[in-house]
């Protein structure tokens, strides 16, 4: 009842955001407990946002706005019970830019640049229904191995070995780890993130700031694999390897192990 999901939007062009009209945002609503009925909503247009509700940013000097999503708030106006909403359930946003010139930014029209660390582009997001971990479980030193890892790419991924999970400020649910990627081409540093959603673990998405040129190579989630959150002795995650414009994609499951 009293959980939100928040970001501040600072909107970055070349005349700090006054050709920014419109910010619309889409929510949909996935209900994954076959128990209480079926809870699930179809994407509905949720905010429109408009000149009116942008402010100066005193730290960048760009327009944008802080917006806040009570968890309470949101059943409410999709229509959904919230004392039905079980772990593992969750909103899934959208969002869309409007400039003053009639073209609308999404996502799907954002290429890896924008998207990535260096912009942020954060135009869909997902609020998960989930089950706070303590912070003495999934972390520590893991050995990491392969379930799989497919024909397509440079044939490797992160390097195997052992690696140290640990947890994530500001988050119950996240653990994230140093490994390397591409030792075939002299290895580069990377973070891989994990999101632990009650009944299964997703990876999240990372730049791997390396590549044949732009967009970069990035890791993506892919099916999202069944975990018991109650036992840390392995770990079992499902990502894709996005290679941008080298030109694959290539799917991979990582296994972790927990050293004793």
């Given amino acids: ?10 909107f970055r062009s ?4 006054e050709n920014v009209v419109e910010y619309r ?14 809870q699930s909503v179809d994407e509905q247009l949720y905010r429109t946002y408009t000149t009116s509700d942008f402010t ?9 706005m802080t917006i806040n999503f009570p968890f309470a708030g949101i059943s409410d106006d999709l229509g959904i019970d ?41 135009f869909n ?18 050995t990491l191995s392969y379930d799989l890892l497919d024909g397509n790419g440079f044939g490797e991924s992160l390097v195997p070995g ?35 959603i009650c009944e299964i673990v997703a990876m999240q998405t990372v730049n791997c700031n390396v590549g044949c040129g732009s967009p970069n190579i990035f890791i993506r989630p892919a099916d999202d694999a069944p975990q018991d959150i109650t036992d840390d002795s392995v770990i079992v995650v499902n990502y894709t390897e996005d290679g941008g414009a ?13 050293n004793n």
Avoid at 14 to 17: C, D, V
Wanted: proline share 4%; hydrophobic share 40%; aromatic share 10%.
């Fill in 82 to 122: 919230i004392n039905a909403i079980s772990p593992g359930d969750f909103f899934q946003f959208r969002s869309e830019l409007i400039l003053d010139d009639d073209r609308v930014f999404s996502q799907s029209n954002t290429n890896a640049t924008i998207n990535g660390p260096a912009f942020g582009a954060l």
């Fill in 162 to 196: 052992t690696v140290t999970l640990r947890t994530v400020n500001g988050s119950t649910t996240l653990r994230e780890f140093d490994a390397v990627i591409l030792d075939v081409f002299g290895g580069f540093a990377v973070t891989p993130r994990m999101d632990f």
């Fill in 14 to 17: 070349e005349n700090g955001g």
């Fill in 56 to 64: 100066v940013n005193p730290e960048t000097g760009n327009l944008g």
């Fill in 125 to 142: 997001w997902r609020v998960n229904a989930t089950c706070p971990l303590p912070d003495d479980l999934f972390v520590g030193d893991y």
């Fill in 246 to 258: 080298c030109g694959y994609s290539a799917l991979r499951t990582m296994r972790l192990v927990k």
């Fill in 25 to 38: 945002v889409f929510v949909s609503h996935v209900d994954n407990d076959d128990s209480n009925g079926d």
């Fill in 1 to 10: 009842n009293t959980s939100a999901y928040q970001h501040i939007l600072d």
